[in-house]
């Protein structure tokens, strides 16, 4: 009943940002926790950050921190990925994906909706 859209993908160049959206509709994000996993091919599906959304706790995978930033905007039910010093090992789909709950959560089994994914590739 939840469905979630991604904006936001590109291309750029090494050392590049991007800035991703996750927007709910039918539901708000008040009572969920929201992650971002990305799948590079040949790769699994992993997860770079999460948030629970009324606490605002938040996660950040090794390979991310110190360059990419998650936030939410309660007035806009959306959920931002800021990417900055993107690196070609980035490039990927980005997925946002949501649950109800009030921890945090990494494993893509734990969470319900899913959006439709962006694609974001970074060039040398």
């Known amino acids: 009943q939840v469905q979630l859209v991604e904006s936001g993908g590109g291309l750029v160049q090494a050392g590049g940002s991007l800035r991703l959206s996750c927007a709910a509709s039918?539901?708000?994000?008040?009572?969920?926790?929201v992650g971002w996993f990305r799948q590079a091919p040949g790769k699994e599906r992993e997860c770079v950050l999460a948030?629970?959304?009324?606490?605002?706790?938040?996660y950040y995978a090794d390979s991310v921190k110190g360059r990419f930033t998650i936030s939410r905007d309660s007035a806009r039910n959306t959920v931002y990925l800021q990417m900055n010093s993107l690196e070609p090992e980035d490039t990927a789909v980005y997925y946002c994906?949501?649950?109800?709950?009030?921890?945090?959560?990494?494993?893509?089994?734990?969470?319900?909706?899913w959006g439709q994914g962006t694609q974001v590739t970074v060039s040398s």
């Open positions: 039918g539901r708000t994000f008040s009572s969920y926790a």
């Open positions: 994906a949501a649950r109800r709950g009030q921890g945090l959560y990494t494993g893509e089994a734990h969470y319900d909706y």
């Open positions: 948030i629970n959304w009324s606490s605002g706790r938040t």
